[in-house]
């Protein structure tokens, strides 16, 4: 089961000129998770219609975002802080 897509914009207008969805369960898909290159409101609509309800799209563009989720603390887990470890030339 996928709860979580992550796509690529121009991989969904692909999706959607050739209608390669159209035999795709998508009730399990909570939300969208979007990278690589800014979307349009009208792709995201036509994502978030492939999902019954609703599943938002989370966009990151560009790697400091994307670095930037991967390194920052979350608050769902401990958060301890480093020892400064310098180096002795």
């Known amino acids: 089961e996928i709860s979580m897509l992550g796509v690529v914009p121009s991989l969904v207008k692909a999706w959607q000129a050739k209608n ?3 035999n795709c369960d998508w009730s399990k898909v909570k939300t969208f998770s979007s990278t690589g290159e800014a979307s349009d409101p009208v792709t995201y609509l036509w994502l978030m219609s492939r999902v019954p ?7 990151y563009c560009g790697g400091t975002e994307i670095g930037g989720s991967f390194l920052s603390s979350t608050l769902v887990q401990p958060n301890v802080p480093s020892k400064n470890r310098r180096r002795k030339h």
């Open 20 to 22: 390669a969805t159209a």
């Open 53 to 59: 309800g609703y599943a938002p799209v989370m966009e």
